[in-house]
């Protein structure tokens, strides 16, 4: 009998944990921006948020497969809370210099990344709950991701020209613990983990083997490697645009944290409309002939308009309209993968893959940075945009990504489901 229980449980955890976090990813940048004036420095928090954050996803995969997804995202969401909880609560008592903020960093990132994948993980068993194509649950989530960026972006901008930065991490670290609440209550009645058996005497794999397993895996689908390389791609310029090139740009335009909330506020807003259509009609498009499209509005124009001196207006079209864009790329995406991946491996290879997209976010805050101190911001903003379209358009050129349009005649999220396909 199907329950929706814990995919809504679970959409809802998402949306508070999603949202504190846009909160943040405004609100840290911005207080290293003001307080230090370094375009360098503010490049430095990324890089400390992202690099413990993609070794983790790497390292947390067999916990996630042997423990459960469950319990290792509530546990990291607590983690997350007091770690997140300490900086402006160190920063008001004054005990806060630039090291121990970027080792607080660093320690939120550490947590995020097992946190992040386990919540990734848990996606087959909520839609086997519930009965759902895949592609509507990732559609689902790509809207809930995508309006959390706008109340959150909005919010945040709003938040820190009011309180501060530093004071606008206090809500970050609260939806912390509300996530872990609300998914550890909604997703009670889910089946424990098939690897929880080995608890009961069974000899378990060792840990590195089962790392191995979900690498051997993974390697061996070119399609899976072709996406993590395209995303890591994406991922590094877009941290270089949202952490470095866009606080930048609202400094020097006027506008500062109020028009940072409300650009992303904007792009948010249309991602998550893009994103319901996609949950409503994504699984009788082609996938393929849809993802160009997609990357082709939603990429370098943003870049482009924010080059030279444009109104403000034509900046905020730019930004609605790439944000439609981009609402239909996460549920397309994340359907292929979650298709490709047998069950007993999810966690393993989701994680893997997680982390081959995010490898390249902790260069992002630096080469954006970089590039601002070293020729300016439209030299920054021309250059990450044409890199953009370049890396987004290639796959145009190379025909196993046609493969995105073959959808299984049985899900793998499904209990008796055969292991997906492995290409050569």
């Known amino acids: ?32 921006l003001v ?8 490049g430095l928090v990324a890089l400390f948020e992202m690099l413990p954050l993609v070794l983790l996803k790497v390292l947390g995969g067999p916990i996630i497969d042997r423990v459960g997804p469950r319990r290792v995202s509530i546990s990291c969401d607590l983690g997350s809370m007091v770690v997140v909880g300490a900086i402006p609560l160190l920063y008001a008592a004054g005990l806060l210099p630039f090291g121990v903020f ?13 946190g992040d994948a386990a919540k990734s993980s848990i996606v087959p068993s909520v839609v086997e709950a519930a009965e759902v194509p895949m592609e509507r649950a990732t559609g689902l989530h790509a809207t ?51 690897a929880d058996e080995t608890e009961a005497g069974a000899d378990p794999t060792p840990y590195l083997a089962q790392l191995r397993q979900g690498w051997d895996f993974l390697r061996g689908d070119r399609v899976l490697v072709a996406i993590a390389l395209m995303v890591a791609l994406t991922n590094l310029l877009d941290v270089a645009y949202a952490s470095v090139l866009v606080p930048v740009w609202a400094r020097e335009w006027g506008g500062g944290p109020a028009v940072m909330g409300v650009l ?55 930004a609605a309209v790439s944000g439609f864009g981009s609402g239909f790329i996460n549920p397309m995406l994340g359907a ?37 101190s070293g020729f300016g911001l439209t030299v920054a903003m021309l250059a990450c945009g044409a890199a953009y379209f370049l890396v ?23 209990e008796d489901a055969e292991p997906a396909p492995v290409t050569g």
């Open 144 to 194: 809930v991701e995508r309006s959390a960026t706008l109340l959150g972006a909005v919010f945040a901008g709003g938040l820190i020209a009011l309180i501060g930065a530093a004071n606008a991490l206090v809500v970050d670290a609260v939806s912390f613990g509300v996530s872990a609440a609300i998914l550890g209550w909604a997703t009670t009645s889910l089946r424990r983990p098939a």
């Open 392 to 414: 987004t358009m290639l796959p145009a050129a190379d025909p196993k990504w046609r493969e995105m349009d073959h959808r299984p005649a049985v899900s793998p999220s499904r």
């Open 102 to 114: 970027l080792a607080l960093v660093a320690c939120a990132g550490a947590l995020r990344g097992p």
């Open 1 to 32: 009998m199907s329950t929706r229980k814990p995919l809504y449980g679970w959409l809802t955890s998402e949306a508070v944990s999603l949202t504190g976090t846009r909160v943040s990813m405004l609100a840290l940048p911005y207080f290293v």
């Open 336 to 372: 292929v993968i979650y298709e490709r991946i047998p069950k007993h491996l999810v966690g393993r290879v989701s994680s893997l893959t997680a982390a081959l997209c995010f490898a390249l976010m902790p260069l992002g805050g630096l080469l954006g940075g970089g590039l601002v």
């Open 264 to 318: 992303f506020g904007v792009f948010g807003g249309t991602a998550a409309l893009g994103a319901i259509c996609a949950a409503t009609w994504a699984a009788g498009l082609p996938r393929y002939k849809t993802y160009l499209i997609a990357f082709l509005v939603c990429g370098s124009p943003r870049f482009f308009v924010l080059a030279w001196d444009n109104p403000l207006w034509l900046v905020l079209l730019v």
């Open 35 to 42: 307080t230090t004036d370094s375009p360098m420095k503010t």
